[in-house]
């Protein structure tokens, strides 16, 4: 295969420390959702690493996403979040895994096409964005529900939303029968032991995100791009660097440019913020962060070359803030000109 130019460095030990301490803080059956190829590290890599830790529940948002897992570690499951749509009855139909069906009109396709098969559903408690309304719980009578779920909006925050949503999931769960009950994702895991039910769906916790302040310290870093060194030169006194000519140097300066850019998912508004890394020593961005290249100013970093690697500071709560971003785009828009390099 053709050399890549930049990569990620995936920790596995960080991701399974991780879903164990998330684990331990729910109390419950904890799984891992997996959507958008594992928040981009590679939904294969992940589940077996989780799996391996201990998860059996996974979640993914379509089909397609579950079909690429191929086949699953043994005694793990699958859910698949978008439900059964129009289009979906010919994967459904071979597939060992279970739709969680989020309007009646899924509700009913599902027992048209499965009858009583198992199926999880979700339902919506405030968020107004997918699942099966309040007022329609009645319509959910005879399905097998393996899990029943709900889906909190403002967990991230000390919002009211979170016990208004609370209230209702548990007024829900006295009227539907499930297996099992699931509300909360990481930030509601954070919330308490009431919110855990029977099984939680962590996502970006695992991946190194930091949702609320509760899990500051606990969650370790996952994931860390390193990036080539395209060219070493310097840079005159008086001269800039990059587009838009924003960095000016006050005295020569050596500088790298590195194989990275936001055409990588490297947001342009890290122009300025972001640091490369060598050693123990941080490295500042000069100018603005091209399509595909960042200059670095390397005067501290003793010995660079072409071709050494180079990592970047990559610590999602402080990229998010620095680029004004949320951690999870910070995470998934990581693309696909990384190779992903699991240690
Ligand atoms: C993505 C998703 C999760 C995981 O959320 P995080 O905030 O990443 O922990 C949980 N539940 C549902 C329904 C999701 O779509």
Same mark, same amino acid.
């Given at each position: ?10 920790d596995? +030990? !960080?991701?399974?420390?991780?879903w =164990?301490?998330? *684990? /331990?803080?729910?109390?419950?059956e ?17 589940? /077996? &690493?989780?799996?391996?830790?201990? *998860?059996?529940?996974? #979640?993914?948002s &379509? ?12 005694g793990? =499951? ?10 979906? !009855?010919? %994967? !459904? +139909? ?8 989020? &309007? ?5 396709r ?7 098969? *198992? ?8 968020? $107004? ?11 959910l ?29 548990? %007024? *829900?769960?006295? =009227?539907?029968? !499930? ?17 855990? #039910? ?11 995100g ?5 899990a500051e ?11 080539q ?15 838009? %000519? ?10 790298a &440019? ?7 998912? #490297?947001a342009? $508004?890290?122009?300025?913020?972001a640091?490369a ?23 501290r ?16 709560p402080q990229?998010? =803030? ?15 000109? #990384? ?5």
């Open positions: 295969m053709t050399h890549k130019p930049l990569r990620l460095i995936i596995r +030990k !960080a991701l399974q420390s991780n =164990r301490w998330i *684990a /331990a803080q729910s109390g419950v904890t799984g891992a959702a997996v959507k958008a190829d594992g928040y981009g590290l590679g939904a294969v890599e992940v589940v /077996a &690493t989780l799996a391996d830790a201990g *998860a059996k529940e996974f #979640f993914v &379509t089909w397609d996403e579950a079909e690429a897992l191929g086949k699953l570690p043994e793990a =499951r699958l859910a698949v979040l978008h439900g059964l749509g129009p289009d979906d !009855a010919l %994967a !459904a +139909k071979d597939s060992p895994h279970r739709p969680v069906l989020n &309007t009646m009109s899924q509700v009913q599902w027992r048209a096409a499965f009858g009583d098969r *198992a199926c999880d559903v979700m339902i919506d408690t405030g968020m $107004n964005r997918l699942g099966v309304g309040m007022d329609e719980l009645d319509g009578q005879g399905l097998r529900i393996d899990t029943l779920h709900g889906h909190l909006a403002c967990a991230d925050e000390d919002h009211p939303m979170n016990a208004l949503q609370l209230e209702r999931f548990s %007024a *829900a769960k006295a =009227r539907v029968e !499930a297996q099992r009950y699931a509300l909360a994702n990481s930030a509601g895991i954070l919330l308490g032991k009431d919110y855990a #039910f029977d099984l939680v769906r962590p996502g970006i916790a695992l991946y190194g930091v949702p609320r302040r509760e310290l606990m969650i370790e870093q996952v994931v860390t791009p390193e990036a060194v395209v060219q070493i030169h310097t840079v005159k006194a008086g001269d800039s660097v990059g587009y838009g %000519a924003t960095f000016t140097a006050e005295r020569d300066t050596p500088v &440019t590195l194989n990275i850019g936001y055409a990588d998912g #490297f342009r $508004n890290l122009s300025g913020k640091h890394v060598r050693g123990n020593t941080l490295l500042p961005l000069l100018g603005r962060v091209s399509m595909d290249l960042v200059a670095v100013d390397i005067s970093a003793g010995d660079v070359r072409e071709g050494d690697w180079m990592a970047i500071d990559y610590q999602l990229i998010a =803030r620095d680029a004004g971003i949320s951690q999870y785009e910070a995470l998934t828009g990581l693309g696909q000109r #990384f190779e992903r390099v699991w240690v």
